[in-house]
């Protein structure tokens, strides 16, 4: 039985999506829920899985082609196996003349007689067909044969793994002195962030003040308490983007300006927090999004992001964790960064920056002392957020977080 095989219904907010990879080919068997193909969109990349058992008759979309919504990309032949896969699926075997039969019969392989469909299923399985002993009339290699010596390959121990796929973002390696290119297309991800950061630039009147953080006490109390919480919540670890989550939130209550978005000429102000935590990941920056942070307790917090943490490394988050957020926050001291001008994720109105945490001097009380410090950057809509409004809500969440018995007394 024929079954179509259909890109997945995308959401309003994304138009198609572009065929990224083919895990199977034509003629080869697939199991119930087996990966076909992975469709990558402007957000994140679509795992589009086998329906039945069988084999995968037809590929209507290659790799490279886009495709909309529920459109037609293969056909499975449901309930049939490998060894009767149609022959249509897979290149047309040489031609034989009259005058040299026997020449034909050994096309690909002149070592070994073998059926046309046995030199077929050979080509395709990578198999040379003098490796297989033949039980056809006078020692030829039948059909039968080659399906036997490929499940025998698939079984063997000794077969070497297979090298793990790239990163569709990996950049190419050359040697010293080499002066050759390589031309890539670029990721639909990466053209979406890419587009994205250019259009807040040119419609935002964008502007970014700074301010510091004096770490100790939040290290201290982490350091303190960070084995018991792990142990009282499940193996969840205590991490600084958790405190920085919690404060934010705090502060986008006393500013609601910061938490809301312009929409043509009105201004929306959002009654919840949906915090957008910037993860990069072999594609590319995304984003993925804590619905109502501000009801999360630490825990619920750092259990979120490293869950997120996990599906943007296996690339399994979903569109919907990535749709929507009023506000986000981008920690580039995970790989060293001192300061940054972070752009602004549209249609929110501003993005927060975290910095490494660095040993520095400090005047305090008229003495020099040494102390954990981090810069913070916040980048804001100036059309929507004023300059004193921005600095508060930056000054807001230092208090907060060199004094964290504000986060539990609300004060």
Same mark, same amino acid.
């Given at each position: 039985?024929?079954?179509?095989?259909?890109?997945?219904?995308?959401?309003?907010?994304?138009?198609?999506?572009?065929? =990224?990879?083919?895990?199977?080919?034509?003629?080869?068997?697939?199991?119930?829920?087996?990966?076909?193909?992975?469709?990558?969109?402007?957000?994140?990349?679509?795992?589009?899985?086998?329906? !039945?058992?069988?084999? *995968?008759?037809?590929?209507?979309?290659?790799?490279?082609?886009?495709? *909309?919504?529920?459109?037609?990309?293969?056909?499975?032949?449901?309930?049939?196996?490998?060894?009767?896969?149609?022959?249509?699926?897979?290149?047309?075997?040489?031609?034989?003349?009259?005058?040299?039969?026997?020449?034909?019969?050994?096309?690909?392989?002149?070592?070994? &007689?073998?059926?046309?469909?046995?030199?077929?299923?050979?080509?395709?399985?990578?198999?040379?067909?003098?490796?297989?002993?033949?039980?056809?009339?006078?020692?030829?290699?039948?059909?039968?044969?080659? @399906?036997?010596?490929?499940?025998?390959?698939?079984?063997?121990?000794?077969?070497?793994?297979?090298?793990?796929?790239?990163?569709?973002?990996?950049?190419?390696?050359?040697?010293?002195?080499?002066?050759?290119?390589?031309?890539?297309?670029?990721?639909?991800?990466?053209? #979406?962030?890419?587009?994205?950061?250019?259009?807040?630039? =040119?419609?935002?009147?964008?502007?970014?003040?700074?301010?510091? @953080? +004096?770490?100790?006490?939040?290290?201290?109390?982490?350091? #303190?308490?960070?084995? *018991?919480?792990?142990? =009282?919540?499940?193996?969840?670890?205590?991490?600084?983007?958790?405190?920085?989550?919690?404060?934010?939130?705090?502060?986008?209550?006393?500013?609601?300006?910061?938490?809301?978005?312009?929409?043509?000429?009105? &201004?929306?102000?959002?009654?919840?927090?949906?915090?957008? @935590?910037? @993860? =990069?990941?072999?594609?590319?920056?995304?984003?993925?999004?804590?619905?109502?942070?501000?009801?999360?307790?630490?825990?619920?917090?750092?259990?979120?992001?490293?869950?997120?943490?996990?599906?943007?490394?296996?690339?399994?988050?979903?569109?919907?964790?990535?749709?929507?957020?009023?506000?986000?926050?981008?920690?580039?001291?995970?790989?060293?960064?001192?300061?940054?001008?972070?752009?602004?994720?549209?249609?929110?109105?501003?993005?927060?920056?975290?910095?490494?945490?660095?040993?520095?001097?400090?005047?305090?009380?008229?003495?020099?002392?040494?102390?954990?410090?981090?810069?913070? !950057?916040?980048?804001?809509?100036?059309?929507?957020? +004023?300059?004193?409004?921005?600095?508060?809500?930056?000054?807001?969440?230092?208090?907060?977080?060199?004094?964290?018995?504000?986060?539990?007394?609300?004060?």
């Amino acid at each position: 039985m024929a079954i179509e095989i259909k890109a997945p219904s995308f959401p309003e907010s994304v138009a198609d999506g572009t065929i =990224s990879k083919w895990h199977k080919q034509p003629g080869e068997a697939v199991k119930r829920d087996e990966l076909l193909v992975d469709i990558e969109t402007d957000k994140v990349v679509l795992e589009v899985l086998a329906e !039945a058992d069988g084999v *995968l008759a037809s590929i209507v979309k290659g790799e490279g082609d886009t495709v *909309l919504s529920n459109e037609l990309i293969a056909t499975l032949d449901a309930g049939a196996t490998a060894s009767a896969a149609p022959a249509a699926v897979s290149a047309p075997a040489p031609v034989a003349t009259a005058a040299a039969p026997a020449a034909a019969s050994a096309v690909g392989d002149e070592d070994a &007689i073998g059926a046309p469909a046995a030199r077929k299923l050979a080509e395709e399985n990578g198999i040379a067909l003098s490796s297989i002993k033949g039980t056809g009339k006078d020692g030829r290699v039948t059909k039968e044969d080659v @399906v036997a010596a490929v499940e025998a390959k698939k079984s063997a121990p000794s077969a070497a793994p297979a090298k793990p796929a790239a990163p569709a973002a990996a950049a190419p390696v050359f040697a010293a002195g080499d002066r050759t290119e390589k031309r890539v297309p670029m990721t639909r991800l990466r053209a #979406k962030v890419a587009e994205r950061l250019v259009e807040a630039q =040119s419609t935002m009147a964008m502007l970014t003040t700074f301010n510091e @953080v +004096d770490m100790t006490e939040v290290m201290a109390l982490r350091s #303190k308490y960070k084995d *018991l919480f792990e142990k =009282s919540h499940n193996g969840v670890r205590l991490g600084f983007m958790s405190f920085f989550v919690k404060a934010a939130t705090e502060a986008l209550k006393r500013f609601p300006a910061v938490n809301a978005s312009i929409d043509g000429s009105d &201004i929306v102000y959002h009654g919840y927090a949906d915090v957008g @935590v910037a @993860v =990069s990941s072999d594609r590319g920056l995304v984003v993925p999004v804590l619905r109502n942070a501000e009801q999360m307790s630490l825990a619920e917090i750092e259990g979120g992001i490293a869950t997120f943490g996990k599906k943007a490394r296996d690339g399994k988050l979903s569109i919907d964790e990535m749709t929507g957020g009023t506000f986000t926050i981008t920690n580039g001291g995970t790989f060293g960064s001192m300061m940054s001008t972070p752009i602004v994720n549209p249609p929110q109105a501003a993005i927060l920056g975290m910095h490494n945490i660095v040993q520095r001097p400090m005047a305090i009380n008229g003495q020099v002392v040494i102390r954990p410090m981090m810069y913070l !950057a916040l980048s804001y809509d100036h059309r929507l957020i +004023d300059g004193k409004e921005a600095v508060t809500f930056l000054v807001t969440i230092k208090n907060l977080l060199e004094d964290p018995a504000r986060l539990l007394l609300d004060i």
